[in-house]
């Protein structure tokens, strides 16, 4: 039981680059998030799945997009990378059974534009 | 919009002292109430988290206190040792997928 599982670990981009950062779980939550925490600060909610086929916006959705298409997966997309978007990424699920409201991340991705 | 206001940003303890970090929300439907710790480079982690049918929960040397006439809950680290130096986050929720992070504090433990 892996958990939550993000991947790349590090990332450097060019302005104007795309990239997706990518996130799957295998613990059957229904719901998965993205975060971004920039340095010394909280973490501000960019997207959010309430299951497949399912997602919407969070506090901070600009610049991104998301797609939801297995239980599983929910992978983040940078469409053209600007430096404001230099932050450390979180990716988390959580259950709606017996746990419900316990949020499990992943190990982040760092992320610098350049 | 509901949000989480957290105090202090930042507490600096000397080793055996204890530590309060508290959090007020808005959202009087929130039910479940978790902390969590993150080491620096890490991944934020639960470390105790309270639902509003109780009033205290204690787990070791942490303890979390929730008083929902007020909309208050505080995290509580007696004893606190070097190991203790990390950001904790407060957080509200409904129990689903709604849950809001306090802005967290970054609490120093002196040797």
């Known amino acids: 039981n892996a958990g939550v599982t993000q991947t790349p670990k590090f990332r450097i981009l060019k302005i104007g680059q795309s990239m997706t950062l990518q996130c799957t779980q295998d613990m059957n939550h229904n719901y998965m998030y993205w975060y971004r925490q920039d340095p010394g600060m909280g973490l501000k909610l960019i997207y959010y799945s309430v299951g497949a086929g399912i997602t919407d916006k969070g506090e901070v959705p600009n610049g991104y997009n998301v797609s939801r298409s297995t239980t599983e997966d929910f992978p983040l997309r940078l469409e053209l990378a600007a430096p404001s978007q230099t932050s450390v990424y979180f990716c988390a699920s959580s259950t709606t059974q017996l746990r419900a409201g316990i949020q499990y991340f992943g190990a982040g991705t760092r992320l610098s534009v350049l | 919009g509901e949000n989480v206001e957290q105090h202090p940003s930042t507490l600096s303890v000397q080793e055996g002292d204890s530590a309060v970090i508290k959090c007020t929300y808005s959202?009087?439907?929130?039910?479940?109430f978790p902390w969590y710790k993150q080491e620096l480079g890490k991944r934020p982690q639960l470390i105790i988290d309270i639902r509003s049918n109780v009033g205290e929960k204690k787990d070791q040397r942490i303890a979390v206190t929730l008083n929902k006439t007020a909309k208050h809950f505080s995290l509580h680290i007696t004893e606190t040792q070097p190991e203790d130096s990390a950001v904790y986050f407060c957080a509200a929720s409904t129990g689903g997928f709604k849950t809001i992070f306090g802005a967290g504090t970054r609490l120093f433990v002196k040797a």
């Open positions: 959202d009087s439907a929130s039910n479940y």
